[in-house]
Antibody, heavy 117, light 106 residues
Framework: QVQLKESGPGLVQPSQTLSLTCTVS????????VHWVRQPPGKGLEWMGR???????SYNSALKSRLSISRDTSKNQVFLKMNSLQTDDTGTYYC???????????WGQGVMVTVSS | NIVMTQSPKSMSISVGDRVTMNCKAS??????IAWYQQKPGQSPKLLIY???NRYNGVPDRFTGSGYGTDFTLTINSVQAEDAAFYYC????????FGGGTKLELK
């Protein structure tokens, strides 16, 4: 059974760095892609970036300068780090899995992050 | 960058009605489109992939169509549980979501 679960701090201060972890089970990170998607309160979905099965990464151009995605295959974990957080980075952050098909068929439950002092 | 535009932004319909919502890509995306349903407090769920393929377990009242730049999600005989936000997405490369359509029941 494929599962993804996000974890991380619920509150981050402005200008600080957000660190989130996506722990996966039921599949190998060396055969599946993991993406990060976020959603501000009451707004739509925004693709943030991707860790491919082969270790390559790609990022939303609007976030690229602040965003880094990495992984630890031995722990079945994918990490998101985003610096210089502002209040408009507040929202729910999801990790989601795709195979070579490209569509997001597995989603985590999401983690709510609030940027506030 | 490809922009995905959904219309209408919201719609209010009655149980049993047929509803059609649209998604327009700023460039040709062939059939590389997915549709997702999201209910309040829940993660999005995949409904349709490659523009017209129903995902596992999705009721057959949900139908996707289109190719190139114009796509449609149709729900035949809407049920109360279909009240949700619906998002289209260009898949592959830099996946991009549309702004969403909110479906409300009268």
């Amino acid at each position: 059974q494929v599962q993804l679960k996000e974890s991380g701090p619920g509150l981050v201060q402005p200008s600080q760095t957000l660190s989130l972890t996506c722990t996966v089970s039921g599949f190998s990170l060396t055969s599946y892609n993991v993406h990060w998607v976020r959603q501000p309160p009451g707004k739509g979905l925004e693709w943030m970036g991707r860790m491919r099965y082969n270790g390559d990464t790609s990022y939303n151009s609007a976030l690229k300068s602040r965003l880094s995605i990495s992984r630890d295959t031995s722990k079945n974990q994918v990490f998101l780090k985003m610096n210089s957080l502002q209040t408009d980075d507040t929202g729910t952050y999801y990790c989601t899995g795709t195979g070579s098909s490209g569509y997001f068929d597995y989603w985590g439950q999401g983690v709510m992050v609030t940027v506030s002092s | 960058n490809i922009v995905m535009t959904q219309s209408p932004k919201s719609m209010s319909i009655s149980v049993g009605d047929r509803v059609t919502m649209n998604c327009k890509a700023s460039q040709n995306v062939y059939n590389n489109i997915a549709w997702y349903q999201q209910k309040p407090g829940q993660s999005p769920k995949l409904l349709i992939y490659y523009a017209s393929n129903r995902y596992n377990g999705v009721p057959d009242r949900f139908t996707g169509s289109g190719y190139g730049t114009d796509f449609t999600l149709t729900i035949n005989s809407v049920q109360a549980e279909d009240a949700a936000f619906y998002y289209c997405q260009r898949i592959y490369n830099s996946p991009t979501f549309g702004g969403g359509t909110k479906l409300e029941l009268k």
